[in-house]
């Protein structure tokens, strides 16, 4: 088999950003209708789709040729030799033995070869691709390995890139959320593992995915199962570097020193000291991926005080993240202000004024009930999260989940309104805390 030489795509976005735009404007003018709400989300902006790579990005129509009608001009991985085989699946681990499944080329890739993928091509004008797919009957582990050659080294660093900000959008998967992020080194140029986690039904599918630059190779690893905590990076991270072997004599980028995988927030096209969409919780009820908008921070009165600029942030801002295309109400939607202080003790002392005034607030209105939902008090961060109900007139009520905490001299305060099969668990709300305040520490 030989790699296939691909063509340029067409198309774009425009009509997709403006729907997205449209329920964001929908969804401000109903909170604005109830005091209550107001009070609490001080909601607002115009939405405008995060994609990375640009708005513009074509859409996934291959027009070019097949491998056997038109091939590449370069020779590198010119046949699937090149490639992990059946051998080389043992360093996924586990008991039972692995197989190869199926190998194509670029005329056979699809666009969901591994997670998060949201076109066939990371490099339309590449020289070839291949796609090799593992089974492992035994424990029900899957597994896939995925080559892009481009024509030159900047064009791979570009297919590089467009992978990572697949991996931080994840907008092509449904009900997935990034759990974990490695950063790699001595192994390629460079290199990240992202572990995911899908809801599937009662259990939870694991997908953990590494992407790789090797001189004119993009290359990603993926290794699927089924288990009740995120894996550790070590399988992905053996293979990916067998699999590199393989590879970088042809493609260059070998790398030197002990291939390692550190804990590190994955890169993100969102603006800086902002969440990836794809780190915010699955919710069973909703199929759709989370985007952001940029929103108006407002000045929140009555029951809860939470407002950076009477606490004397030295900026703060708000993104708003929504579900477009999903079924629910314009009122969905989860809200987080960022802001920076002076110093970490000026950090601290917003958060705890906000705690101060959260649990003061049933003795200020009668018909508010606040319960604490968690704290956070480790690696840096702290924080509390809350459950927060309203009346709002005419035997009606608001409920919300709310938190706040800081990380050096940043604080995070989220916003969430509660909605009949829109809410997500103490633990998921709790963690989505602590991911935004550790995002927060790139606030500038």
């Known amino acids: 088999m030989a790699g ?44 405008a789709l995060n994609a990375f790579g640009g708005d513009d990005s074509p859409n996934d129509q291959k027009t070019g040729k097949g491998a056997d009608d038109k091939p590449g ?27 190869v499944g199926s190998t194509t080329d670029g005329s056979g890739a699809g666009e969901n070869d591994y997670v998060c993928q949201a076109q066939r091509f990371a490099d339309p004008s590449g020289q070839r691709t291949w796609v090799r797919k ?40 449904k009900r997935t959320r990034l759990n974990n992020s490695y950063q790699l080194s001595g192994m390629g140029d460079k290199g990240w593992i ?25 290359l990603v690893v993926e290794h699927d199962v089924n288990g009740t905590a995120p894996p550790k990076p070590d399988a992905v991270l053996n293979t ?38 794809a780190e915010l919780p699955i919710i069973a009820a909703i199929d759709k991926p989370w985007v952001s908008t940029p929103s108006k921070s407002g000045n929140t009165t009555q029951c809860i005080q939470t407002d950076p600029k ?18 629910v109400p314009t009122e969905f939607g989860l809200d987080d202000t960022v802001a920076r202080f002076a110093s ?17 607030c049933q003795k200020r209105v009668v018909t508010a009930k606040v319960s604490s939902s968690g704290n956070l008090a480790s690696g840096g961060v702290t924080g509390e999260a809350w459950e927060v109900s309203l009346e709002t007139g005419k035997g009606n009520k608001a409920k919300f989940r709310m938190g706040v905490a800081a990380a050096g001299n940043h604080a995070v305060f989220l916003l ?24 927060s520490e790139s606030y500038k």
């Open 240 to 277: 990916t570097a067998a699999a590199l072997q393989k590879i970088c004599p042809q493609t260059g980028g070998c790398g030197t020193g002990t291939p390692t995988a550190k804990a590190v927030l994955l890169p993100t096209s969102e603006p800086a000291g902002f969440m990836a969409p």
């Open 194 to 218: 992202a572990v995911y986690g899908q809801a599937t039904g009662p259990k939870t599918r694991y997908r953990t995915v590494s992407v790789t630059l090797a001189g004119l190779a993009t």
């Open 73 to 99: 001009d370069s020779k590198v991985l010119a046949d699937d030799k090149g490639l992990l085989d059946a051998a080389g699946a043992k360093t996924f681990g586990g008991s039972g033995t692995w197989s």
């Open 344 to 360: 970490a003790n000026a950090a601290a002392a917003y958060v705890s004024s906000v705690r101060k005034n959260v649990d003061g």
């Open 4 to 47: 296939s030489h691909r063509a340029q795509r067409g198309g774009g976005r425009a009509a997709a950003r403006e729907a997205r735009r449209e329920k964001a404007r929908k969804r401000n003018q109903t909170i604005a209708a109830g005091v209550a709400v107001v009070v609490l989300v001080g909601g607002g902006g115009i939405a």
């Open 134 to 173: 593992f089974a492992n009957p035994t424990t029900k582990d899957s597994a896939v390995q995925w080559i892009e050659v481009s024509s030159d080294p900047a064009a791979a660093e570009k297919a590089y890139d467009m992978v990572v900000g697949w991996f931080s959008q994840c907008a092509s998967a």
């Open 310 to 327: 009477k606490a004397k942030a030295t900026k703060y801002a708000t993104q708003t993240y929504l579900a477009p295309g999903a079924k």
């Open 416 to 439: 969430f309104p509660v909605l009949p099969d829109l809410d997500i668990t103490d633990s998921a709300f709790l963690d989505t805390l602590r991911r935004a305040a550790e995002r």
